[in-house]
């Protein structure tokens, strides 16, 4: 290893009340925005860095603590899964190789390194969630007429690998981007697709988990608030997400990654 995984005295475990309230609050939030679009990272991510905790460490407590909202969200979708099992099976493979090549990446590298890319990645994932209805219409609409192979073909199963590879790194609007690769290269209804999205933010989150838990030094009380939060919030989702307004999604999101930009520049 070379440091990338940060200690910290007391981390969350000494906290107040109020702030560990806060941390499991936003883990309600990041698991129904998951569940919906995607992009949870940007809410409990920065709201962690606030509580005190340094970038890297507060990555991958982020990253384990969303492992059972995305469980709680995927099984929301259980009913738009129906008959997906062989497509399931051929992307899962994809996404998990992608999350333990980025988990490890994160690993590998320096804490400063990360501490460098974080603002640059936070400010593309906003610029995605952003542009995302842009983006799907146009895809959509250069897709339309053409043959579209009935698992995605070599491209998908490429495309879900580098999606992977981002979400075991940092994560953050992996699933918009999941959401704008399948739409393109599946035949399948949104709501399937997001089904799909679900389940294959799980194995990625899920493989650079364990391996964070194996070898990296978590801050398990956060860890286990956001984990707490985004179980609730991973069921909301699956129930009354997708009636919300998506603009205000958006609005959220964004505001809280520009706090987060902030916040790891200023330091």
């Keep these: 290893m070379n440091g990338a995984v940060l200690t910290t005295a007391a981390g969350l475990a000494g906290a107040s009340g109020w702030t560990q309230a806060g941390v499991a609050l936003a883990g309600v939030g990041a698991g129904l ?6 992009s949870g990272t940007l ?14 460490t507060a990555n991958v407590s982020n990253t384990l603590g969303l492992v059972p909202g995305s469980v709680s969200g995927a099984l929301g979708y259980r009913r738009e899964l129906a008959g997906l099992t062989p497509l399931l099976r051929r992307l899962g493979a994809s996404a998990l190789a992608g999350g333990l090549t980025g988990a490890v990446l994160l690993l590998e590298l320096s804490a400063k390194t990360f501490e460098a890319v974080v603002p640059f990645l936070i400010a593309g994932a906003l610029a995605l969630v952003l542009l995302q209805p842009l983006l799907a ?3 959509a609409a250069r897709a339309e007429g053409r043959p579209r192979p009935a698992d995605g073909g070599r491209a998908l199963l490429v495309g879900v690998y580098l999606c992977g590879i981002y979400g075991g790194y940092f994560g953050a ?3 918009v981007l999941l959401l704008g690769l399948m739409g393109v290269l599946l035949e399948l209804p949104l709501q399937r697709i997001n089904g799909v999205k679900n ?5 990625v989150n899920g493989v650079a988990a364990v391996l964070f838990a194996v070898v ?15 179980v609730v919030g991973g069921q909301l989702g699956a129930l009354v997400g997708r009636r919300l307004p998506a603009p205000v999604l958006r609005g959220v999101i964004v505001a809280v990654g520009v706090v987060a930009i902030v916040r790891v520049v200023v330091g």
Aim: a positive charge.
């Design 33 to 38: 925005i998951n569940t919906v679009v995607g």
């Design 173 to 175: 609007a992996q699933g």
């Design 216 to 230: 990296g030094r978590i801050d398990w009380r956060a860890a286990l608030l956001v984990a707490a939060g985004s």
């Design 199 to 203: 389940v294959l933010a799980l194995l």
């Design 137 to 139: 219409k146009r895809l």
């Design 43 to 56: 809410i409990t991510f920065p709201v962690l860095l606030a509580a005190g905790l340094p970038p890297v």
